[in-house]
Structure formats: structure tokens, C-alpha cells
């Protein structure tokens, strides 16, 4: 992740596995599932006392791999890359 802001769009979370991982997400009108994944991480803010800001995922879909994220705050679903 080297520090670099990574240009991101929403996306819609359609289904979570044990209430955290993500199983199913809608991204450009598509549905893609999630194979497995790969890495998972929090990033926490210097901000409000550290509190987390994101929870990170590195999934594996069908169709290659993506790095996805929750916005804690906003409760809201981003894809920063697509690989495949």
C-alpha cells in the first residue's frame, strides 16, 4: 500500500460471510463472487483516538483479484484495485 491514495468506487455489499468477510458484491451492474480471501486488515486513524476507519480485504473472485474496503464511519463498500 506504500502511503499512495489509490482512486476508489463505491460498491454495493450484498452478502457477508460470518457477518464480516465479504461473500458477495455488486460492482458496474455486475455480481461477483467471492472465492476466498486472501488478506485482511484495519487501517485506524490518528484521528477520534485511533479508532478504525477501515476494514481491508484482499478477495479472490472468478474474474481476478480485488482489494476491497468497508468505511467504518459511513458504513459504505470500496473497490481500490481490480487485477485479472
Known amino acids: 500500500m ?3 491514495r489509490k ?6 455489499m ?3 460471510r460470518f457477518g ?3 461473500q458477495r458484491f455488486r460492482w458496474h451492474g455486475r ?3 467471492v472465492s476466498r480471501v486472501e488478506r485482511c486488515w484495519t487501517v485506524r486513524t490518528r484521528r ?3 479508532r478504525v476507519e477501515r476494514h481491508c480485504f484482499r478477495v479472490h473472485c472468478g474474474d481476478g ?3 476491497i474496503h468497508q468505511d467504518v464511519l ?3 463498500w470500496h473497490i481500490q484495485r481490480a487485477t485479472g
Open 2 to 4: 506504500l502511503g499512495l
Open 7 to 12: 482512486r476508489t468506487e463505491p460498491i454495493q
Open 14 to 16: 450484498r452478502e457477508r
Open 20 to 22: 464480516y468477510f465479504p
Open 31 to 33: 455480481d461477483y463472487h
Open 48 to 50: 477520534w483516538g485511533g
Open 65 to 67: 483479484v480485488f482489494d
Open 74 to 76: 459511513g458504513n459504505t
